[in-house]
């Protein structure tokens, strides 16, 4: 199969029982899940015992019905100027009590187009903040302070190497998941896109030597941060749970493979990010120069680029990408880390990380991933001609094309061309758990979501890419434009965040709500399939991955 060219950008986009055989099926009750419930609040107030001291100063949040909560935390120095593509330092010390009650600045990055597509922009209804260099903040949601020792999920964002925060999405809140698992919640801005993945080392020698991956050493100084602070906010620093999606699981894929993160978590979660490849350098030397070159910076000048503004430095990222090649393998990216064999290994995921080895994980990705009709309601009645003309326009081979088609052979082209995309997910995903269980040491739990809300935009909605994000967190219902708020969609959401929970709190997603989730192994590819009935199938999509592979 070729590379399927289905850019499913976060600046714009943000867009039976199976083949294998049924391995168990249950429709849980209301009784034995708690649903998801309301996302708003009764109460608000920012009280003393809301001051919680850090190792570089005292904070002061704000409590949300019993929920701590607290936003904009630094936990490294501004990396504007001087700082720029250098490792991420500790912040300095601050003495007076620093109020923590509003998300910091996000990585200075493009404008996102998803605006210009109402449906889109209603499916996803966006916060894009505010940008700013100093954007190396953190936030926490608590349900008790300087007591307990609670699992800590640490949050990454997605939006692939280049977008995203923290606070982009509505779902990232983490009041409710921190309430309903008694669990501490904490998500984290880094950088981006050439602020965080630029790599300097050819033209710049040491002092740029790790250029490339600052992006990806912020998340390491977030999660030392997290080692030392997370008993004052009542977490446990010795189990951590790291989980993003989309980029952000790409993230997660590589903070395992990454020798400086070892140690900081304990388990971890990524969703629809299988990224098990690397940057090239090569093609990081030839995208700096083309950097440069649009900066008018020769790469003896290199000190000029502290003065460069971040609007013209995001600019010159975006003239850089359209002079590089779309790379041919993995999901063609053009920002992203580079295997430079210190930071991050050359082919991370070539076999599981070996030091990561004890680190049990849940790999997963969603149904569609990608919807035609969203946004263009007239893609819904598409017949099979045109949808295989797509499908082929997107980087699929015909072949492939018609193996799906002969898969689902009653199905409406238009959902057909939008699984045979979601392939770009799901490939990596299957291989990424298979590789895990091969390891023998942490499990590996594969999933797939399926949900579709039928009372949205008439069900074109789909198992879009982010769909399951509103589910995992409990915030059905700060997301009412994606998910309708029905009674069927709460029951979901408790379903699959308890099965989150579950796995933060001892390395195993199940519950009592669910049907029996067993680990991939022993020739056995077992999927929790979440939808209005969650059950359990074994390789569901095995028909289609074979033909791609063919």
């Given at each position: 199969?070729?590379?399927?060219?289905?850019?499913?950008?976060?600046?714009?986009?943000?867009?039976?029982?199976?083949?294998?055989?049924?391995?168990?099926?249950?429709?849980?009750?209301?009784?034995?899940?708690?649903?998801?419930?309301?996302?708003?609040?009764?109460?608000?107030?920012?009280?003393?015992?809301?001051?919680?001291?850090?190792?570089?100063?005292?904070?002061?949040?704000?409590?949300?019905?019993?929920?701590?909560?607290?936003?904009?935390?630094?936990?490294?120095?501004?990396?504007?100027?001087?700082?720029?593509?250098?490792?991420?330092?500790?912040?300095?010390?601050?003495?007076?009590?620093?109020?923590?009650?509003?998300?910091?600045?996000?990585?200075?990055?493009?404008?996102?187009?998803?605006?210009?597509?109402?449906?889109?922009?209603?499916?996803?209804?966006?916060?894009?903040?505010?940008?700013?260099?100093?954007?190396?903040?953190?936030?926490?949601?608590?349900?008790?302070?300087?007591?307990?020792?609670?699992?800590?999920?640490?949050?990454?964002?997605?939006?692939?190497?280049?977008?995203?925060?923290?606070?982009?999405?509505?779902?990232?809140?983490?009041?409710?998941?921190?309430?309903?698992?008694?669990?501490?919640?904490?998500?984290?801005?880094?950088?981006?896109?050439?602020?965080?993945?630029?790599?300097?080392?050819?033209?710049?020698?040491?002092?740029?030597?790790?250029?490339?991956?600052?992006?990806?050493?912020?998340?390491?100084?977030?999660?030392?941060?997290?080692?030392?602070?997370?008993?004052?906010?009542?977490?446990?620093?010795?189990?951590?749970?790291?989980?993003?999606?989309?980029?952000?699981?790409?993230?997660?894929?590589?903070?395992?493979?990454?020798?400086?993160?070892?140690?900081?978590?304990?388990?971890?979660?990524?969703?629809?990010?299988?990224?098990?490849?690397?940057?090239?350098?090569?093609?990081?030397?030839?995208?700096?120069?083309?950097?440069?070159?649009?900066?008018?910076?020769?790469?003896g000048e290199l000190d000029r680029l502290a003065a460069v503004s971040a609007?013209?430095?995001?600019?010159?990222g975006e003239k850089a990408k359209r002079a590089m090649p779309r790379p041919?393998?993995?999901?063609?990216?053009?920002?992203?880390?580079?295997?430079?064999?210190?930071?991050?290994?050359?082919?991370?995921?070539?076999?599981?990380?070996?030091?990561?080895?004890?680190?049990?994980?849940?790999?997963?990705?969603?149904?569609?991933?990608?919807?035609?009709?969203?946004?263009?309601?007239?893609?819904?009645?598409?017949?099979?001609?045109?949808?295989?003309?797509?499908?082929?326009?997107?980087?699929?081979?015909?072949?492939?094309?018609?193996?799906?088609?002969?898969?689902?052979?009653?199905?409406?082209?238009?959902?057909?061309?939008?699984?045979?995309?979601?392939?770009?997910?799901?490939?990596?995903?299957?291989?990424?758990?298979?590789?895990?269980?091969?390891?023998?040491?942490?499990?590996?739990?594969?999933?797939?979501?399926?949900?579709?809300?039928?009372?949205?935009?008439?069900?074109?909605?789909?198992?879009?890419?982010?769909?399951?994000?509103?589910?995992?967190?409990?915030?059905?219902?700060?997301?009412?434009?994606?998910?309708?708020?029905?009674?069927?969609?709460?029951?979901?959401?408790?379903?699959?965040?308890?099965?989150?929970?579950?796995?933060?709190?001892?390395?195993?997603?199940?519950?009592?709500?669910?049907?029996?989730?067993?680990?991939?192994?022993?020739?056995?590819?077992?999927?929790?399939?979440?939808?209005?009935?969650?059950?359990?199938?074994?390789?569901?999509?095995?028909?289609?991955?074979?033909?791609?592979?063919?």
């Amino acid at each position: 199969m070729g590379r399927i060219n289905l850019h499913v950008d976060r600046r714009a986009a943000l867009g039976g029982a199976g083949v294998g055989g049924l391995l168990a099926m249950a429709e849980s009750s209301a009784a034995s899940t708690k649903q998801g419930g309301s996302g708003g609040a009764s109460r608000l107030a920012t009280p003393p015992e809301a001051v919680v001291e850090t190792k570089h100063g005292k904070v002061r949040g704000a409590v949300r019905d019993g929920v701590y909560t607290f936003k904009g935390v630094p936990y490294a120095k501004d990396t504007g100027g001087k700082a720029r593509f250098l490792p991420p330092e500790p912040p300095t010390a601050w003495t007076q009590v620093r109020p923590a009650l509003a998300y910091g600045p996000s990585c200075p990055q493009v404008v996102r187009a998803g605006w210009q597509n109402p449906e889109t922009a209603f499916i996803y209804d966006w916060d894009d903040g505010y940008p700013g260099e100093d954007c190396l903040r953190l936030n926490v949601w608590s349900p008790g302070v300087g007591r307990g020792s609670r699992p800590v999920m640490f949050w990454i964002h997605g939006g692939g190497y280049e977008a995203g925060s923290s606070q982009e999405l509505p779902s990232y809140d983490g009041e409710r998941l921190a309430r309903r698992g008694d669990v501490v919640v904490i998500s984290v801005n880094h950088r981006l896109g050439p602020f965080g993945f630029l790599d300097l080392s050819e033209a710049g020698g040491e002092r740029y030597a790790r250029s490339a991956n600052v992006g990806m050493l912020d998340l390491v100084l977030a999660l030392e941060w997290v080692k030392a602070n997370a008993a004052a906010f009542g977490g446990d620093a010795g189990n951590v749970t790291i989980f993003g999606q989309s980029g952000g699981g790409a993230k997660v894929s590589h903070l395992m493979a990454m020798p400086s993160a070892k140690g900081l978590f304990h388990k971890a979660i990524v969703q629809s990010g299988s990224l098990m490849e690397a940057g090239d350098p090569a093609a990081g030397h030839k995208l700096a120069s083309e950097v440069l070159k649009a900066l008018g910076i020769a790469p003896g000048e290199l000190d000029r680029l502290a003065a460069v503004s971040a609007i013209d430095l995001v600019a010159a990222g975006e003239k850089a990408k359209r002079a590089m090649p779309r790379p041919s393998s993995g999901i063609g990216l053009i920002w992203q880390p580079t295997g430079d064999g210190v930071v991050l290994p050359a082919n991370p995921w070539a076999t599981a990380p070996a030091l990561s080895k004890d680190v049990p994980m849940i790999i997963g990705s969603t149904l569609n991933e990608y919807s035609p009709s969203l946004g263009n309601p007239g893609n819904e009645e598409m017949d099979d001609a045109r949808a295989k003309t797509t499908a082929v326009a997107i980087g699929a081979q015909a072949k492939d094309w018609d193996a799906f088609r002969a898969a689902h052979p009653g199905m409406k082209p238009v959902e057909v061309l939008s699984r045979l995309a979601a392939t770009r997910f799901r490939v990596p995903a299957v291989v990424q758990a298979q590789r895990k269980a091969a390891q023998g040491g942490g499990k590996a739990w594969l999933y797939r979501f399926d949900y579709n809300p039928a009372s949205v935009l008439d069900g074109r909605v789909r198992a879009f890419h982010c769909a399951e994000l509103a589910y995992c967190f409990d915030n059905v219902d700060r997301c009412l434009n994606s998910t309708g708020g029905t009674p069927e969609a709460r029951a979901l959401a408790g379903k699959v965040a308890d099965a989150w929970i579950a796995f933060a709190k001892t390395g195993d997603p199940n519950h009592k709500g669910l049907p029996r989730w067993a680990a991939v192994g022993g020739g056995k590819i077992p999927n929790m399939l979440f939808d209005a009935t969650c059950r359990v199938v074994d390789d569901p999509d095995a028909i289609e991955r074979a033909a791609l592979a063919g």
